[in-house]
């Protein structure tokens, strides 16, 4: 998790890149806040965003505060149920967890330090882990070796590895975590280079290092996963943050010490 400040008085438009996580962005501005938008849609205030949104902005003018929290879809479906129904949007948190929403959102608003409202995001979460069905070890196992593999690991492969067939597992995963094997194994791949791509590394390289055929694959991929060139993926703000804000989540950078982090939070 980390807390964002915006204290500029400017109008605010950013593009939010694909992350292998449900994104929980908790708003705790005083004014009207930030709304994002995908597939035509609206949204404003605290939001769930599931995997694959596609194309989504954040915008907004003015002072804010937000709670940003990216769960592993493992954790997700424990906290809002089967992540099938999150997936490729963007859902106001208040439509999922009703008033706790704002219950919630009071409690956060009202800590005196950063560090407070982490130490209560970590007891709301807590509270709320396996209020619904877990997903299966299985497929808890295959999500967490494609993570580690960094994507490049075979289908056929992980089946043999939980015992089940590749029709069973592709079924499974999807019903639970709301997007199929392959897809989960190319946004991580995905994921991986874009933040090569934001460290500064040349495309060719990071086609390489990443798993692509050629650097037209990788082009492919940024494009369908980001709507982006990869040169324009490079420079996004969204990425530029990530080695401050989330540094365990660069290859460049080692995990940071320190900080509040429960099963499956990230």
Request: charged fraction near 25%; proline fraction near 5%; charge should be positive.
């Amino acid at each position: 998790m980390a807390g964002f400040r915006h204290r500029a008085p400017a109008f605010v438009d950013i593009a939010m890149v694909a992350y292998p996580s449900v994104t929980l962005l908790v708003d705790l501005s005083e004014g009207e806040g930030a709304v994002y938008e995908t597939h035509g849609r609206h949204e404003r205030g605290s939001v769930v965003v599931g995997l694959l949104p596609g194309d989504l902005r954040a915008t907004g003018r003015g002072v804010g505060e937000c709670l940003q929290i990216r769960l592993e879809p493992v954790a997700a479906a424990a906290l809002f149920g089967a992540s099938t129904q999150l997936s490729g949007t963007v859902v106001a948190l208040e439509d999922v967890w009703g008033r706790d929403a704002g219950r919630a959102e009071d409690r956060l608003r009202a800590a005196a330090s950063w560090d407070e409202r982490f130490t209560i995001a970590v007891d709301i979460l807590g509270r709320r882990l396996g209020t619904h069905p877990p997903v299966d070890p299985q497929v808890a196992y295959t999500w967490r070796r494609t993570l580690t593999s960094r994507g490049r690991v075979r289908v056929d492969g992980l089946a043999d590895e939980v015992g089940w067939s590749r029709k069973r597992l592709w079924s499974r995963f999807r019903s639970q975590l709301g997007i199929t094997p392959k897809r989960a194994a190319r946004l991580v791949r995905f994921d991986h280079a874009a933040h090569l791509l934001a460290a500064g590394h040349a495309a060719a390289r990071v086609a390489t290092e990443s798993g692509y055929v050629d650097q037209s694959h990788l082009h492919r991929e940024v494009t369908t996963f980001a709507g982006l060139t990869p040169t324009a993926l490079a420079v996004a703000p969204w990425l530029g943050i990530d080695d401050v804000a989330w540094p365990a989540s660069s290859p460049t950078q080692h995990p940071a010490k320190g900080g509040e982090r429960i099963p499956g939070l990230r």
